[in-house]
Structures are given as structure tokens and as C-alpha cells.
């Protein structure tokens, strides 16, 4: 299929998991914070590790490395939370994810954007925007509401 | 028993028997005349006493008749003119008390009691007095006084002349006590003697034991319970029916004699004792003063046979005194005796005999002393003296002879051996001990040859033995010398020795400062290292502090690093508008990396640095624990080297020991080098002496019948004389045989104090 790499150009925030590169476009990004206290929530999925309180909201935040189904990690001091606002319904909601580690806010130009591989039609890989190469490194360019699907979405919010 | 004694004695014995014989005869007659004699003065002496006695009592009746007698009393007014009368007179005839008694008994006295109405008409003295006579009662007991009294009554005549009547009477008082008794005691008597009175029932009326005559003592019916009076109750009972006698008796254990009288016209008998102890002592001085006469003439008696007995004797115990001194040799004697009796010519002869002896006495006394003197020749005069005497000199005369003619032979054979002629000899024949002692004589040349001839080979055996003494000495002396050359050596080796120890005790205690030094350095060493690891201690403290604040920089440098893509975010978020704050935004982002990066590379120098300072402490650990050993280490090298130093000072002691030894050597063998020097001086000198000897020797005229003994027998000749030698010894029980052998060691002393010293 052929996409349009220039609606992907902007200002991404990257991150890592893992040895990975991954980008989050700043727009959808509220705040960057060091790991808290996290309240645990029972009867969830293992990828939701509970709740935060982030100036008086509670937030639910998801260990993103569960929801890719990479091998758990210890949380450290370069832990950090990324609160991505979005739309449900209309509605505005909030969700912390928890990264490894967080590196920097760069511009993508659309020359460096490639789109992303299709590895069939069974993987769902729509989550990802498209590849970008920056520095020599791949970074990949995630679209952070379609991480979760709205079904979870809506079990999240409804905690 | 001696003569003078026996004399005395017979003569004594005679006295003695002629006194005796005299005295006892006087003696006997003494006796019996002396008792009559007292008899006869008692007999005296009692009537003698009662003539006073009664003249007494009859002038004091008549005092009292003519006081009866005077008108005032022939009144019969006891009342109005008698009692006034008489007051005076009581105490004039000296009575008690006076009175009046009536024909009829009535009895009226001065001091009665009214009333009293006695009558003493019962009275046998009133009774007498009624009859117109004079009377005295006996003792009785008075009806006023119920005391002893003795009453006198006169009677009152109706008138003066024949045919008056009694008419009454006055009596008179006195105490019985003493009325008699006064009588009595008045008596002349003599000494030992003692007077009493009785009445004519026995009764005691006066005596001198007051309370006989108190208690009315009736001497016959006492005899009845006290036998004590028996004896004299029979002599009282004997004299109640005499008028006067003579008795004896026995009173409290003595004998009494005694002579009695009645005392006429009163019914009294009076008695006068003599103790006979008086009588007999008085007998008894009569016989002591002839006893002692007696003695006195045995006395001088015996004085006068002693003296006579003594002018006897004298001459005979001079006789015996020469006799016993002739019995003991002593015959330088002279007789002094003057008598011109039979003993005078006992003592003539004595002295004739003493000088017979003494005269051949003298004679022998000086032949003897003649051949003391060694005068042969001389003889004694026989005519001078008398058959056996005569006999006994020429005897002596003949000793002289026999022993003359021998001697001479003698002395020749004498003088030629004095002129070292050994070969004379005495030929003739002598009897008895003359052949033993000229026997003797050539013996004795023989000896004397003998002798000599082994005098001559033994110096020659002496001059070969000296000069191998003489050899020897001196070989003694080259290796004393060499000994001593030794010695020196030795004794310098020592000296090295002893300055060898001494360096090494010297090094050994400085070796022990320096052991000490160390010590005391690593002791410090020690403490320094204590300290670095204090110090390391800190630095890694320090580190860990800093690698906390390293750690709040890397949390600040994060959060810097978060606002800073915060920044960037909301610059973005901003659009073109936010560009300039997100160049600053990157700026604050690199500066909190690089702020980061600078405190990981901080943490990791710290981390180091950690790690160095652990590994320090370890490596200062070890290195304590190298101090600790090398301290123990040292101290073992300090008592090593204490050891060394000990056995440096007991090795210096030991070579000081061993050097005095040395020196104590090399003395003796000094000694030794002058002892080999004198030794040989003294061989050589033997050896001259004896080449005088062998000219000496040859000197002697010999007759060679010696020389051909062989050297052999001439030693064990010469040997037989210590062999003598130490009989003689053996047989002087308190001393010590001594021989060459044990003498060695005493002179071998030194020596010994040297293996002392050495060992």
C-alpha cells in the first residue's frame, strides 16, 4: 500500500524500550514525569499497573513494555511516565505510559520517514505510524491512541 | 702396847681400887647416920613449935580471961555496960567479933542482928568454959557468919578467990582460916620442909594449901576414896594415939619424912615434912664433894705414874729408835743417854756397835768411790777391822782384783781400734760375763770392719748414682725449659682468646641495642600504620558521602532532563511561536545530560576510589600483621643475642680460669727449672763428699776378709738397715712409720693444688 509520509512530519518525542527507538508525536504528549507511587488495581490486565495521581486526576497508567509483550522490566530511576491526552467519545481522557527511558524532542522531516512494514494481514501493527530514521538509528513512530484498543480503552476509563 | 703406857695404867688401876675401896664404905655409913640426924632436927623442931604454939594460945586465953574477969563483965548488962566495954578491945587481941554467952546459952554479940536469940549452949567450948576453965573450940562453922571460924571463951567468975561460980563468959571470934594457920607459919622450920595441923579426928586444921584447911579436909576418912592419902592416914592414924613419933610417908608421888607432937592442953597435933629429895640431894653433894677428891688424887696419882713411867722408857725407845735405824741403813748416829744404870750400859754398847759399822762402811764407801773414779789400784787395810768385818773387806778387796786385769786387755784392744786398727782382737780367756763382754768386744771390731768394708763399696756405688743424678738433673732442666717455652705459647694464645671474647660480648650488646632499636621503630611503624588506616577509613566514608550527593545530582540532572522535554514539549505544543524557547529548552536538556554524564563518571572515580581505600586497609592489615612478626622476630634475635652475650661473658670467665691455670704452670714448672738446678748442684756436691768418704775410708787399716762380697749382698746389707730401722718404729707404738714412698706425695703438694686449679 502507499502512504503519504508528509502528514507524518512534525516533532516527535522518543523514547526508549528496550534497545528500541520509539517516537510519540508531542501533540498528543501532556507531560513527562519521573515514575511515581502507583496504586495497584486488582482484576485488570497485567499491562495496566494501576492508577496515579497527577496534581488531584487520576490517571491510569500502562507498562507499555507488557502491552508489546516484551520481557518485564525493574523500574529504575530513568523510568519515566509519558501522560498522552486523547479523545474517547468526545470526551478528553488521560493515560500514563511507562517507558524506559526518555531521550529527546526531535523534528522529523518527511524524508526520514518511511512507512511502516506490513507483516500480514493477521498482525495488527496499525499502532504503528511509520518507521523514521534519525542519526543512523530506526525510531518508531507510534500512534499512541491505537495502542489500546477502544475496548480497553473504556475498561481503563471505567476503573 | 707401850711401855711408858703400861706402867701408867697398872699404877692407875691400883689408885683407883685403893679410892674406891675407901669411899664406898664411907659412903654406906653416910647413909644411914644422915636420915637419924634429919630425924632427929624434925623431932626438935616440932617441939620446939608446939611449946609456941601453946604459949601463944594461952596468953591470948589469959588476955581474954582477965577482959572476962574485969567488974564492968561480972555486971552481966550485956546491953548497958559489957558491949561498950569490949569494942575496943577487938581490935586489940585482933579478933573478929566479941561476945557474951549466958549460963543458960544465950549469946549476945556487938554487931547482932536484933532478935537473932542464938544460943550456944550446944557448944563442947562453952561447955568446957562453964566449967570455969579457959577453952578454945575446934574449927566449926559459925552460927552467925556460916564461915570457918576458931572461938575462945573465958568464963565470968562471981568473984576473985575460992569458991567463985561461973556466972557467964566472954568469947572472942577469929577467923578460922587464919587463926592457925598464922600459928602455923610462923613456925621455924627449915628448907624443904612444910608444917601442918590436925585435930584429934584427922581433920586438917592448918596448912599451907589454904583450901585444905577451907574445906575441912579429914585426912583419914579422904584415905577411904582417894588412896593419894593413904600413906599419910596411916602415919595421922599411928600419931592420934601418941603423944609424939617419928613417920614416913608418901604425898603426891615424893617421900616424905616427918616427926609429930601433940601441942599440951589443946586438941591439936602438930606435924613437920621433909622432902627426902632435899634430904638425899644434900647426901648427894656430901658424896660428889668426896667422889671428886677422890678423882683429884687419881688424877695426880696417874700424873705421878705417867712421869715415873716416862723416865723408864726414854732410854729403851732411844735403844730402839738406833736399832731401828741400823735395820734401815742409817748408821750416822749418836746416843744420848746419861744413866748410870743398866740402861746407861744398854747405850754404851749400842754406840760401840754404830761405830764398828759405820767404820767399815766408810772403808767400802770410799773403795767404791776409788773405782767410780776409776782408780783400780786402791785396796782397804784389813787389820783395821775384825773377824767378819775383816772377812767382808777383803771380799771387796778381791771384786776389785778380778775385774782390774780384764779391763786392761780391753783398753789395749780399745786404744788400737781407736787408732783405726780394726783388725785387733782380745786373745786371752776370761770366766763368765768377762768372756761375754770381751766376746762383745771382737764383736763388735768384727762389725766395725764389716761396716767399713761396705762404707767403701757403698761410696762408690754413691759417686756412680750422683753422676746420674747429675745427668738427669740436667735433662730435667732442658725440658722444664721447653715446658716453659710451651707455656708462654699458650699463654699468649689464651690473651688472644680473651680479647676475642671480649670483642664479641662488645658486638653482642651492641647487636642487642640495635635489636632493640628495630624493635621500637617497628613498634612506631605500627602506630603509624593504625593511623593510615584510620585515615583510609575516612577517605572511604567520605566517598560514600560523596556518592550520595553524586546521586541527588543525577535525580536533579533527570528532573532537569524531564522539565527540559517538558519544555520542549510545551514549545512545541507553542509552535513557531515557542521555537526560541525550545532551542533554550535543548540547551537546559544537553547541559542536564552533560550534567548527568559528569556525575556517572564522578560516581565511578568515587566507586574506585571506594575500592582503592578497602583494598589499602586490607594491604595496611597485612602489613600490621608483617610489623607484628618482625617485632616477634626481633625479640627472638634480642634473647639470641642475650644468649650470645651470656655465653661471651662465661667464655671470658672460662679463659680467665684457664689463664691463672697457665700461669700457675708456668710457676711450677719455674719451680721445677730451680728445683732441677739445685738438684744437680746438690749431685755434684754429694759427689765430692763422696770422694771424702773414700779417702776417709781408705784411711782404715783392714784385714780384706770383707772385701769379697759381692755387690749383690752388700745391698741387701746395706737395705737390712731401713728394714731395722722400721722394726724399731713398729715397736713405738705412737709413731708413724715413715719411708721414702710416703713421703713422695707431701712433697708432691703443690702439684696437687695445681690439678686443682685446673680441673
Known amino acids: 500500500m502507499s502512504v503519504d509520509t508528509a502528514e507524518f512530519e512534525g516533532k516527535y518525542l522518543t523514547f526508549n524500550l528496550l534497545e528500541e ?51 518485564e522490566q525493574v523500574y529504575d530511576d530513568r523510568t519515566s511516565v509519558i501522560i498522552i491526552k486523547m479523545k474517547l467519545d468526545g470526551r478528553e481522557i488521560f493515560i500514563g505510559v511507562i517507558v524506559d527511558k526518555v531521550n529527546e524532542v526531535i523534528d522529523i522531516n518527511k524524508n526520514e520517514i518511511e512507512s511502516s512494514p506490513s507483516f500480514g494481514v493477521d498482525l495488527d501493527t496499525q499502532f504503528i505510524l511509520a518507521m523514521a530514521k534519525v542519526k543512523n538509528k530506526v525510531v518508531s513512530l507510534l500512534d499512541i491512541g491505537k495502542i489500546l484498543t477502544n475496548k480497553e480503552l473504556m475498561q481503563i476509563q471505567d476503573m | 702396847m707401850k711401855l711408858n703406857m703400861k706402867i701408867s695404867l697398872l699404877f692407875g688401876i691400883a689408885l683407883f681400887v685403893c679410892i674406891v675401896g675407901i669411899v664406898i664404905p664411907v659412903e654406906m655409913i653416910l647413909n644411914r647416920n644422915f636420915e637419924k640426924t634429919y630425924l632427929d632436927k624434925l623431932d626438935i623442931i616440932a617441939t620446939s613449935n608446939a ?66 536469940n542464938l544460943n550456944l549452949g550446944d557448944r563442947d567450948y562453952v561447955q568446957v568454959a562453964l566449967t570455969g576453965r579457959n577453952a578454945v573450940s575446934d574449927l566449926i562453922i559459925s552460927r552467925v557468919t ?36 598464922d600459928l602455923v607459919n610462923n613456925a621455924r622450920t627449915m628448907e624443904g620442909s612444910y608444917a601442918f595441923m590436925i585435930n584429934n579426928s584427922g581433920t586438917i586444921v592448918a596448912h599451907p594449901d589454904r583450901d585444905m584447911v577451907f574445906n575441912q579436909v579429914n585426912v583419914i576418912s579422904e584415905a577411904a576414896n582417894n588412896p593419894d592419902y593413904r600413906s599419910k592416914a596411916d602415919m595421922v592414924s599411928v600419931a592420934l594415939n601418941s603423944r609424939s613419933g ?116 766408810s772403808d767400802c764407801d770410799y773403795l767404791t768411790k776409788e773405782a767410780f773414779a776409776g782408780k783400780l789400784k786402791t785396796r782397804i787395810d784389813v787389820k783395821k777391822h775384825q773377824n767378819d768385818y775383816a772377812k767382808l773387806v777383803d771380799g771387796m778387796n778381791n771384786i776389785l782384783e778380778s775385774v782390774a786385769y780384764p779391763m786392761k786387755e780391753c783398753l789395749d784392744v780399745m786404744d788400737r781400734l781407736s787408732k783405726k786398727d ?38 762408690e756405688q754413691i759417686t ?65 600504620m593504625e593511623k593510615m588506616n584510620k585515615a583510609m577509613e575516612a577517605i572511604l566514608k567520605s566517598s560514600q558521602e560523596t556518592g550520595k550527593i553524586i ?113 700457675e704452670m708456668n710457676r711450677g714448672t719455674q719451680q721445677n727449672a730451680a728445683n732441677a738446678e739445685e738438684s744437680a748442684s746438690a749431685a755434684e756436691e754429694l759427689n765430692s763428699q763422696a770422694d771424702e768418704l773414700k779417702d776417709m775410708v781408705e784411711s782404715f787399716t783392714l784385714s780384706r776378709k770383707f772385701s769379697n762380697m759381692s755387690n749383690n749382698t752388700a745391698f741387701r746389707k746395706t737395705h737390712n738397715l731401713p728394714n731395722e730401722r722400721r722394726k724399731t718404729h713398729a715397736q713405738l707404738p705412737n709413731k708413724k712409720p715413715t719411708n721414702a714412698l710416703e713421703i713422695m706425695p707431701e712433697t708432691m703438694l703443690p702439684m696437687d693444688s695445681f690439678d686443682e686449679d685446673f680441673i
Open chain 1, 21 to 71: 527507538f520509539y517516537g510519540v508525536s508531542v501533540g498528543s504528549i501532556l507531560q513527562i514525569i519521573a515514575i511515581p507511587d502507583i496504586t495497584k488495581i486488582p482484576q485488570t490486565p497485567a499491562f495496566v499497573k494501576g492508577v496515579i495521581n497527577l496534581r488531584g486526576r487520576i490517571i491510569p497508567v500502562v507498562d507499555l513494555r507488557l502491552k508489546f509483550l516484551l520481557e
Open chain 2, 51 to 116: 611449946d609456941l604454939i601453946k604459949t601463944n594460945l594461952d596468953a591470948e586465953l589469959n588476955r581474954l580471961f582477965e577482959i572476962a574477969n574485969r567488974t564492968e563483965s561480972r555486971t552481966l548488962d550485956w546491953e548497958g555496960v559489957i558491949r561498950e566495954n569490949l569494942i575496943p578491945d577487938v581490935q586489940r587481941i585482933g579478933a573478929q567479933e566479941m561476945g557474951m554467952v549466958f549460963p543458960d546459952g544465950r549469946y549476945r554479940h556487938i554487931s547482932e542482928v536484933p532478935d537473932a
Open chain 2, 146 to 181: 556460916n564461915s570457918l571460924v576458931l572461938m575462945y571463951a573465958a568464963p565470968i567468975m562471981s568473984h576473985n578467990g575460992p569458991g567463985a561460980r561461973v556466972i557467964g563468959m566472954i568469947v572472942a571470934r577469929r577467923d578460922g582460916n587464919l587463926a592457925l594457920i
Open chain 2, 246 to 361: 617419928n613417920a614416913r610417908f608418901t604425898e603426891d608421888g615424893k617421900k616424905y619424912i616427918a616427926a609429930y607432937t601433940e601441942i599440951t592442953g589443946y586438941p591439936w597435933k602438930l606435924f613437920f615434912t621433909l622432902d627426902e629429895d632435899v634430904m638425899n640431894s644434900e647426901l648427894a653433894q656430901v658424896r660428889n664433894t668426896i667422889l671428886v677428891i677422890g678423882f683429884i688424887f687419881l688424877v695426880l696419882g696417874v700424873i705421878v705414874a705417867i712421869a715415873f713411867a716416862r723416865m723408864i722408857s726414854k732410854p729403851i725407845h732411844e735403844c730402839l729408835d738406833i736399832a731401828r735405824n741400823i735395820e734401815n741403813g742409817n748408821t750416822n748416829l749418836n746416843i744420848n743417854v746419861k744413866s748410870k744404870d743398866e740402861l746407861g750400859d744398854l747405850a754404851k754398847a749400842m754406840q760401840n756397835m754404830v761405830n764398828a759399822i759405820q767404820r767399815v762402811l
Open chain 2, 422 to 459: 780394726l783388725t785387733a782382737r782380745i786373745i786371752n780367756k776370761y770366766p763368765g760375763d768377762f768372756d761375754f763382754l770381751m766376746q762383745n768386744i771382737n764383736n763388735a771390731g768384727n762389725t766395725l770392719e764389716e761396716a767399713i768394708t761396705q762404707v767403701e763399696l757403698a761410696v
Open chain 2, 464 to 528: 756412680s748414682a750422683s753422676n746420674e743424678i747429675t745427668a738427669g738433673s740436667q735433662n730435667l732442666a732442658n725440658s722444664t725449659s721447653q715446658q716453659a717455652s710451651s707455656l708462654e705459647e699458650i699463654s699468649s694464645s689464651l690473651e688472644e682468646i680473651n680479647s676475642l671474647t671480649a670483642n664479641n660480648a662488645d658486638n653482642a650488646k651492641a647487636g642487642l641495642k640495635l635489636a632493640d632499636q628495630a624493635v621500637r621503630s617497628v613498634d612506631s611503624s605500627n602506630e603509624s
Open chain 2, 551 to 663: 546521586k541527588t545530582i543525577e535525580d536533579i540532572a533527570f528532573q532537569t532532563n524531564l522539565l527540559a522535554l517538558n519544555a520542549a514539549v510545551e514549545a512545541a505544543h507553542a509552535g513557531d511561536a515557542g521555537k526560541g524557547f525550545a532551542v533554550v529548552a535543548e540547551e537546559v536538556k544537553n547541559l542536564a545530560l552533560r550534567s548527568a554524564e559528569a556525575a556517572k563518571n564522578t560516581n565511578a572515580l568515587i566507586d574506585e576510589s571506594s575500592r582503592n581505600s578497602e583494598m589499602g586497609a586490607k594491604i595496611v592489615e597485612q602489613v600490621t600483621k608483617s610489623f607484628i612478626e618482625m617485632k616477634e622476630h626481633f625479640n627472638k634475635v634480642k634473647s639470641i643475642v642475650n644468649e650470645i652475650s651470656a655465653s661471651s661473658d662465661e667464655q671470658a670467665s672460662g679463659v680467665g680460669q684457664i689463664s691463672t691455670g697457665v700461669n
